[in-house]
């Protein structure tokens, strides 16, 4: 076996048909990598770095790397970035994750 294939990195996946407003999911502990969420119309891409700081890349209008009202958040949880709906309403969520 090739050592390379041995760092590709993991991949955490969820969806759910409903994420009730203020409702989180928790990613994954202790890891770096990206995430790309949607929740209905809004979504984006964050980095989430293993001491848990989230960094917003890019993403629709109501979008924030905080815990902030009326978007769609990913934000420092400690050793894991957490996504929460703040949108004001329940939602689709699709989240996937790549890390190591």
Do not use: H
């Not at 048909?17 to 994954?28: C, F, G, K």
């Not at 984006?44 to 109501?62: I, R």
């Not at 934000?75 to 329940?90: E, F, P, Q, S």
Request: proline share 1%; charged share 20%.
């Amino acid at each position: 076996m090739r050592d390379d294939l041995n760092s590709l990195g993991k991949i955490f996946s969820y969806q759910s048909d409903l994420i009730a407003d203020d409702a989180t999911v928790s990613l994954p502990d202790a890891t770096y990598g990206f995430v790309t969420v949607s929740v209905n119309a809004e979504c984006g891409t964050w980095v989430v770095e293993s001491d848990g700081t989230c960094t917003k890349v890019v993403g629709t209008a109501n979008t924030a790397d905080t815990d902030s009202d009326t978007d769609l958040c990913i934000y420092d949880g400690g050793t894991r970035g957490i996504v929460k709906n703040r949108l004001g309403a329940n939602g689709k969520i699709v989240i996937s994750y790549n890390y190591n």
